[in-house]
């Protein structure tokens, strides 16, 4: 059970009892600013292998990979830029898609490859629900997905996207953490789930933003404020758009990648065990 606290805290409740139809559940409880506890959801968790980056090969062709058992499972796939992936009976998982940087036409091979390896560490993710829009109280918790696939992220991390939300308390749209296995092919900055992507209101086309005086601008920063008090660290983009943005403590220039998208990086460190 998690306790989320509006200055930012989180408390995970380790219950000493829990009923068989409850094990492998965690419920999302926010506590507003006058204390008052407002559930907000019961979700079902799993454990995957921790995964982590092991190979980065762009350009190269499909069969660049192979299975190598029977167990090992390869299929064609339309998960966002993965157009491709193997899971490996041991767990590692080989992607093969579009990768922004590399993707070119012109090229014998455009597509790139990314393997996701695993060490002996299990780490708990989540399928997020495809959308809340609720009002709790005096505040509100919107979000709904957009252009992505990568649905699942770790459980602590899911606590943090709510309390920002209930702070932040307008709509928000998400593009996503990681896949069901921990993967993130392009990135490999959502592995295990542990970051998650929101596209900016202040954006209206590439390169091209909402001016500082916007109520966009304003939403923007907002909900910046409310990251910082839940996330390690929130990138944005290089843009002089994000100046003022990066002046802020924890907040870092996360290059041309950013400029499109708020990224927040959750650390484990924020979440305060209790065992009861
Ligand atoms: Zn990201």
């Not at 029977?70 to 157009?83: L, Q, R």
């Not at 193997?86 to 767990?91: N, V």
């Not at 910046?224 to 660290?233: P, S, T």
Request: hydrophobic letters at 35%.
């Amino acid at each position: 059970m998690f306790y989320i606290y509006w200055d930012g805290r989180i408390q995970k409740y380790i219950l000493s009892f829990i009923k068989d139809e409850n094990k492998n559940k965690y419920r999302y409880v926010i506590v507003d600013e006058q204390g008052t506890k407002h559930k907000i959801c019961d979700l079902e968790y799993f454990k995957i292998k921790e995964k982590y980056s092991k190979e980065f090969n762009p350009n190269k062709p499909k069969t660049f990979y192979r299975t190598t058992s029977s167990n090992d499972i390869a299929a064609n796939v339309n998960d966002g830029n993965t157009k491709y992936r193997i899971i490996y009976a041991d767990g590692r998982i080989a992607e093969w898609g579009i990768h922004d940087k590399y993707y070119d036409t012109k090229l014998a091979d455009p597509y790139t490859w990314r393997v996701f390896g695993v060490n002996n560490n299990e780490v708990d993710l989540l399928r997020m629900p495809d959308s809340i829009n609720e009002q709790y109280g005096n505040f509100r918790i919107e979000y709904s997905f957009h252009n992505s696939k990568r649905r699942y992220a770790n459980p602590c991390l899911f606590a943090a996207m709510l309390g920002s939300l209930a702070v932040y308390s307008k709509a928000r749209i998400t593009t996503g953490s990681a896949f069901q296995w921990g993967s993130c092919f392009p990135s490999v900055l959502h592995i295990n789930g542990m970051a998650i992507d929101f596209e900016y209101r202040s954006l209206i086309s590439k390169d091209n933003y909402h001016p500082h005086t916007s109520q966009q601008y304003q939403d923007d920063s907002d909900f910046l404020n409310a990251m910082l008090l839940f996330f390690d660290q929130v990138r944005v983009g290089k843009d002089a758009h994000f100046a003022e943005f990066r002046q802020r403590s924890r907040v870092v220039n996360g290059g041309t990648l950013h400029n499109s998208h708020f990224h927040a990086d959750f650390s484990l460190s924020k979440i305060e065990e209790i065992k009861e």
